[in-house]
């Protein structure tokens, strides 16, 4: 017997509400954060919390650096001369200031520290994977690899990605340093593996000449509620936004539709459940986690009991999540797949990827709620190949039942979620993200 009644539990596993929202939102196609197309994803999400009955359904707007796409281009010269100007080949990086440069390509590997500390760099342009080495113990992101680049004095940068399929990975390198100060590209693992192979025969040339604009404009929060009027929330959140050059399925179209579902089934047990739950999928996660970042800041941190962020969930039905090390929130998982009988992969560190990193940086509970997957990194995430038909409706519906069990467990009234001080929160960081989110100019903590 689940907590969830069984009539509610048989409903969503018939349900393609989830898949409707689903469909409307690739469909939208570009839903840059700050873009036509994010309000358009975000207007959807509120008709989906209107039909489903949820209260104090809204837009809650709010101004970010905004950043729109031009060409790119880039040509070698030196060891072999060759032009890449197709949007398979080479794309701009969000935050990338519009430029043109031409300097000798230095590949860095995988652009750990030590990586950048044996390269000479100054005036150069700098190359890196997008892979991170399997032992190294914590994902080293591109905003890291970037700002770590232009410390070591490169003129240019170059993320190559590592899953094949003539897909260049896209993804910010600013964050709060917008634009950044050097022209960035991504090009796909091909072309990649193209120019290491040319860089063997002689110094190698390149010229990198990126069109892109960098402005202030509007994104959107969208908001909508369940349960009794208590001071106290849980948050069900998740991410309307996607990269511009793709559909947006898996990152993160599932998550925003799989909120619309729990909401939806959510709604229909409102009258048993014991805390407000309030909905909330953000604007401008994919260019600083803006969205959350405005939520966070707009509310008494002390009112949020817990986070429950759901991205990167639907390319299989097995839940993964990352509690941050709050061990309430972690058993609250554990006894939802108890309860359901299914497996549950969870992590063990606090990371600052995600929504959920602008509670837990304030010490509020707050966990990255995803789905396992056999691919490598972000697999198509970032790609244009992060389309709809990769997922399946069933890994949806199964996700569905155990992310709304656990918001309504998480809703009783004698369920506790102790929070962090930001000193301890500070002070659990492992140095690994530490490093990083000082080298990205993220460090929100004063010394």
Not at 232 to 248: L, N, Q, R, Y
Not at 265 to 283: A, C, M, Q
Request: glycine share 10%; with cysteine.
């Amino acid at each position: 017997m689940t907590k969830l009644l069984n009539d509610v539990v048989g409903d969503a596993y018939t349900s393609s509400f989830h898949w409707d929202v689903l469909e409307d939102l690739v469909d939208v196609g570009n839903r840059m954060a700050g873009q036509e197309g994010e309000r358009r994803g975000a207007e959807r999400v509120r008709e989906a919390f209107e039909e489903i009955g949820l209260r104090n359904v809204h837009l809650d707007e709010f101004e970010i650096d905004g950043w729109w796409r031009g060409d790119a281009a880039m040509r070698t010269s030196g060891a072999h001369e060759e032009s890449f100007a197709a949007d398979y080949q080479v794309i701009g990086l969000p935050g990338t200031p519009g430029d043109t440069v031409e300097a000798e390509l230095v590949d860095v590997g995988y652009g750990r520290l030590a990586d950048f500390e044996d390269a000479d760099l100054e005036g150069k342009i700098a190359m890196a994977s997008s892979e991170t080495p399997d032992d190294y113990g914590r994902r080293l992101h591109r905003m890291e690899k970037y700002a770590s680049a232009v410390d070591a004095g490169a003129v240019g940068f170059v993320f190559r990605n590592h899953v094949e399929g003539c897909l260049p990975a896209t993804g910010e390198i600013g964050y709060d340093n917008r634009p950044g100060p050097v022209p960035a590209v991504g090009v796909s693992k091909e072309v990649g593996h193209r120019l290491l192979r040319h860089s063997e025969d002689g110094s190698l040339t390149v010229e990198l000449d990126v069109d892109a604009r960098n402005e202030r404009t509007d994104s959107v929060n969208v908001v909508g509620e369940a349960g009794p009027d208590t001071d106290e929330v849980v948050m069900v959140t998740a991410h309307v936004d996607a990269h511009d050059i793709a559909e947006g399925a898996n990152d993160n179209g599932a998550g925003t539709a799989l909120v619309c579902e729990i909401a939806r089934l959510l709604k229909r047990v409102e009258d048993d459940l014991e805390t407000r739950v309030r909905f909330v999928p953000f604007g401008s996660e994919e260019i600083g986690l803006q969205g959350a970042s405005h939520s966070a800041a707009s509310q008494d941190p002390s009112n949020v009991k817990c986070v429950i962020n759901v991205d990167g969930a639907g390319n299989s039905r097995n839940l993964r999540v990352n509690a941050n090390e709050f061990d309430a929130l972690e058993a609250l998982f554990e006894e939802v797949a108890d309860e359901f009988d299914v497996p549950l992969a969870t992590g063990d560190t606090i990371s600052p990827h995600g929504d959920q990193w602008a509670f837990v940086q304030e010490g509020v509970p707050a966990s990255m709620t995803s789905s396992t997957s056999d691919s490598s990194g972000r697999g198509w995430g970032h790609t244009h190949a992060d389309t709809l038909d990769k997922l399946d409706l069933r890994d949806l519906r199964d996700l569905s039942v155990l992310i709304a069990s656990a918001a309504f467990t998480a809703a009783e009234s004698d369920r506790e979620f102790p929070q962090r001080t930001r000193e301890q929160t500070r002070e659990m960081l492992d140095e690994g993200y530490v490093q990083e989110l000082k080298v990205g100019g993220r460090w929100p903590y004063d010394e």
